[in-house]
T-cell receptor, first 113, second 114 residues
């Protein structure tokens, strides 16, 4: 089946540390890949996306590259800030019995000052 | 201007009651969704509607009944509420013309069944 697996949290980092959140997927066909972020008390919002192999999505200092050979879409940021504390969701979208987006379990990030 | 708005934001109710959550989007999207987020933040799709027609109905008790009066609205009605229904429910919408389209989420409705 189609699924997304991401590293379990929580992840706790100090400000200015390097961040990696791993995400791998299984899918039939060629999905688009996304990272969404959920700040406390809010809904999810798109952070970045990539629609085909080797594409790199980037936004707000975050980056992720669509790796078809390893079926991965790891999220990275070179220097995190306290304001990056949130829950991060890796997701894929595809057509299969209707268009839908499938989310990973989410990874909570805490950044300490 | 809120793109996807859902009401109420908080809902506390007793077991056995019937309640509804409303959702509206002003983005002109043709596809709307309901997701359930449990206490561990796991997000699971419940329903998807495209142009008012149900296209995805995941394994959800039939106490949950979505209704889409037009393509800008997708309401969720829940009958005979149970303790396990307590969660945050998110409405979302997207323009499903292509795979690279993103979903826009509402702020969520925190449902607490006591």
């Amino acid at each position: 089946g189609n699924s997304v697996t991401q590293m379990e949290g929580p992840v706790t980092l100090s400000e200015e540390a390097f961040l990696t959140i791993n995400c791998t997927y299984t899918a039939t066909g060629y999905p688009s890949l996304f990272w969404y972020v959920q700040y406390p008390g809010e809904g999810l919002q798109l952070l970045l996306k990539a629609t085909k192999a080797d594409d790199k999505g980037s936004n707000k200092g975050f980056e992720a590259t669509y790796r078809k050979e390893t079926t991965s879409f790891h999220l990275e940021k070179g220097s995190v800030q306290v304001s990056d504390s949130a829950v991060y969701f890796c997701a894929l979208s595809l057509l299969g019995g209707g268009f839908k987006t499938i989310f990973g379990a989410g990874t909570r990030l805490f950044v300490k000052a | 201007d809120t793109a996807v708005s859902q009401t109420p934001k908080y809902l506390v109710t007793q077991m056995g009651n019937d309640k509804s959550i409303k959702c509206e989007q002003n983005l002109g999207h043709d596809t709307m969704y309901w997701y359930k987020q449990d206490s561990k933040k796991f997000l699971k799709i419940m329903f998807s509607y495209n142009n008012k027609e149900l296209i995805i109905n995941e394994t959800v008790p039939n106490r949950f009944s979505p209704k889409s009066p037009d393509k800008a609205h997708l309401n969720l009605h829940i009958n005979s509420l149970e303790l396990g229904d307590s969660a945050v429910y998110f409405c979302a919408s997207s323009q499903a013309a292509g795979l690279n389209t993103e979903a826009f989420f509402g702020q969520g409705t925190r449902l607490t069944v006591v």
